[in-house]
């Protein structure tokens, strides 16, 4: 959110959207796994299906309520960005 209001107001030929991934299921995420993960085949579909619509933010699964959370409770939302992943 911070690189799109950086550029917001200047003149130039960029376009910045941010996508906001859920934990797609990939083979750098196979370690992961006792955690839900998202098929890429929907998380491209999810994708083109916002960029489509004109979105500049793009949330992919679950990330969806990290949106939400961002705007009532940002602290909280931070932490659980920040939040270490185990092992």
Not at 18 to 23: G, H, L, R, T
Not at 27 to 37: D, G, I, L, V
Request: aromatic content about 6%; charged content about 20%.
């Amino acid at each position: 959110l911070c690189t799109i209001s950086q550029t917001s107001g200047k003149k130039n030929n960029v376009q910045i959207i941010e996508v906001f991934p859920d934990v797609v299921d990939t083979p750098m995420t196979h370690h992961r796994q006792n955690e839900p993960k998202m098929d890429s085949g929907i998380f491209a579909v999810q994708v083109l299906t916002q960029l489509e619509k004109g979105n500049i933010e793009i949330f992919t699964g679950r990330t969806f309520f990290l949106s939400i959370l961002h705007r009532l409770a940002p602290t909280h939302a931070l932490k659980i960005i920040n939040k270490p992943l185990d092992g």
